[in-house]
């Protein structure tokens, strides 16, 4: 055996096998998984796993609480990104309405997180906390749950876990995906007057 093909057989021991899941010291997972590039060729690479999509497929929380959790995903990044925000291709400049500069869009973004955080019960709460660490910043449940956590203490994993399901439930509720239960309108049923 050549030097050559040994050191491709070694390689290939070493490669981790298609889906092979690890926990990186930061706390955020990453998997190994097999994509194409740009010319169709077959690429295997590590891709950092979605909390919340993981969170879906083990079934800990909803479709409707995913999404949620994504659009405030989405508000969180358009506000406080980079500030390069990826335009809508329909004509209009940046994706933004007629007559809304980007500063406009991504105030509008933040004032949209502020309000999904009041919604929870305020950034200082704990859904609150979880929302902006987990589904805004990108940290996996333990990551803020040892770091971080609520009010700067450090919680137990499954606490943690339960703190952001809750909070992605109200959020679910608050954006209208999640119209089980009684939907109701919030105004004060009006009663007939009695004669």
Known sequence: ??????????????????????????????RYVREEDDDQKPVDHY???DTLALMLRNGSITGAM??????FSQDFARAFGSGIASP????LPGGTAPGQMMVEKN???ARAVRDALDAVGGSGSPAGSALWYVA?????????A???GWAGKAISLHEAKGILIAGLGVLARYYGYDRS?????????????VP
Request: hydrophobic fraction near 25%; avoid cysteine; proline fraction near 4%.
């Open 88 to 91: 809508k291709l329909d004509g």
């Open 47 to 49: 891709r950092t796993v």
């Open 66 to 71: 995913h999404d949620a959790g994504q659009q």
């Open 146 to 148: 040892l770091r971080q």
């Open 181 to 193: 239960g009684s939907a109701r309108s919030r105004r004060p049923q009006q009663t007939e007057a």
């Open 136 to 144: 805004g910043l990108g940290q996996s449940v333990r990551e803020w």
């Open 107 to 109: 105030a509008g973004a």
């Open 1 to 30: 055996m050549t030097k050559k093909t040994q050191r491709a057989k070694a390689r290939a021991e070493k490669k981790p096998r298609i889906g092979e899941e690890h926990i990186r010291p930061d706390g955020s997972v990453i």
